[in-house]
């Protein structure tokens, strides 16, 4: 019987020891190419070892070694840079949100308000397309978030490394995420509703979360709290073991997030913020982080809408892409997002906006490496290229944001995507020339009968003389 067992506990590891190999990632060594590390350094020529996923060590190329296993990228004349981090999309997200289709649920459940409990990792169906679209940009980290309800759900941490949701999820549940909304037709139905009702929401949690904690600790006596899943689910944010993230829409939402921050000491984030310029010294007086979007569409309440659509087309061409050159100015720390955009390539379209609006090049860099990465709390594993970090790397041809650049290979994870150029269209060609030189005879009728003359010929170009 002890033998039998201990067969059985040995297939058991050969079985999980074989899945552990299986998964295990090739060695590569990307060598020879400008290394910008994310941290303020650079190395003119350098190398980079990837091994199980993870950087095994980077630094200049004279001082590393090649291990005879790695498989070598020549990477002379290209730059590689840290992955791309969006802090906040919906790629990859399929999902209708409201009261996720169950008639059999209550009334009280299908609030479209009350998806606290909703995950977006739930909801994530990988897509080759859109994850080649975001790598040619060099993303290879995206944050993605639920839905555009009250209380919309917890968005879920995923790193581009393929088409296996489960092998995708960096952190399972970063933060709760709110929107300034209203339902129409029933209550919240105005702003001053919604602000009332989030509020007295987490004054709920917090007055469970107590009466739970006292029951667990001396139940005796007392009554046995009715157990409230809305509740249970706001807890660990009402305790600030996770953060908050409120999605603003316009300036006012801004100024509503930071009061219910305040008042209900929450651990904040501020999302959106396309108009963050305008109160930018409320937001560096809170303290909080700050993810702004690429969207440039001026909001229904701004004076650029109200006004007309040429002050609106104005709006979208040269004042909103200069909200983050402007925050930038003020000494803010942000991270650039694609919160309201719909396709990766809109995001590089928008970076290159906010370049040409006054934002420098090496800030883009760090408002989608090391600031989001630091905001995320994913910092000690991504955003710099250092050892003992996920080998989350992209290599370009040109410069990463300018217009004639292009990600030439990208590293998810250590999993490895090429990404050849196009191959050049061929020039159209006149039809060669036919050299003519020498004398010719030419015979042809006439009214008079059959004549043949003689031409002398001269050069290519078909002239005669």
Not at 65 to 88: S, T, W
Not at 191 to 211: E, K, P, V, W
Request: proline share 6%.
């Amino acid at each position: 019987m002890k033998t039998y067992r201990k067969t059985i506990v040995f297939l058991i590891l050969a079985f999980c020891y074989v899945g552990i190999q299986a998964r295990t990632s090739p060695t590569y060594a990307v060598v020879g190419c400008r290394l910008v590390i994310g941290n303020g350094t650079v190395i003119e020529k350098g190398t980079i070892l990837i091994r199980d996923g993870l950087i095994q060590s980077v630094g200049p190329a004279a001082d590393l070694k090649i291990p005879p296993d790695a498989r070598v990228i020549q990477g002379e004349g290209k730059i590689a840079y840290p992955g791309l981090i969006d802090a906040h999309s919906q790629f990859f997200l399929e999902r209708k949100p409201a009261g996720q289709g169950d008639e059999s649920e209550t009334d009280e459940a299908a609030d479209l308000w009350k998806n606290a409990h909703v995950n977006a990792y739930d909801f994530i169906k990988p897509k080759k397309s859109t994850r080649e679209d975001l790598h040619k940009i060099g993303v290879t980290t995206v944050v993605v978030v639920p839905g555009r309800e009250i209380f919309a759900g917890q968005s879920v941490i995923v790193n581009l490394n393929g088409d296996i949701r489960e092998e995708m999820v960096l952190k399972h549940s970063y933060g709760l995420h709110i929107n300034f909304v209203t339902n129409r037709g029933e209550y919240p139905s105005s702003l001053m509703g919604t602000m009332a009702l989030i509020r007295q929401s987490f004054y709920d949690a917090r007055h469970y979360g107590l009466h739970a904690g006292l029951y667990k600790e001396s139940p005796v006596g007392l009554k046995r709290p009715a157990y409230n899943p809305f509740c249970e689910t706001l807890l660990p944010y009402m305790n600030k073991e996770k953060p908050v993230v409120f999605n603003c829409g316009n300036m006012e939402d801004i100024n509503r997030a930071v009061r219910l921050v305040e008042e209900l000491g929450l651990r904040g984030v501020l999302s959106g913020a396309n108009e963050a310029w305008r109160v930018a010294d409320v937001i560096s007086r809170s303290g909080l982080p700050l993810f702004v979007s690429l969207k440039f569409n001026p909001p229904s309440s701004s004076r650029y809408v109200r006004l007309g659509e040429d002050l609106k087309k104005k709006a979208e061409k040269d004042i909103y892409p200069a909200n983050a050159a402007e925050l930038n100015k003020t000494g803010i720390p942000f991270a650039l997002t694609s919160n309201g955009l719909v396709k990766g390539s809109d995001m590089l379209k928008s970076l290159q906006s906010a370049i040409k609006a006054g934002l420098p090049r090496e800030e883009v860099l760090k408002a989608m490496t090391v600031r989001p990465a630091v905001f995320l709390g994913i910092d000690d594993v991504t955003g710099t290229l250092e050892a003992g970090k996920i080998a989350n790397v992209v290599l370009t041809e040109g410069e990463l944001f300018e217009e004639k650049s292009a990600v030439r290979h990208v590293f998810a994870d250590g999993v490895h995507f090429e990404y050849e150029a196009p191959p050049k269209k061929k020039a159209e060609q006149s039809p060669a020339a036919v050299n003519i030189t020498g004398k010719w005879r030419v015979q042809g009728a006439a009214p008079s009968g059959e004549k043949a003359v003689r031409i002398p010929g001269q050069g290519t170009q078909g002239r005669t003389q």
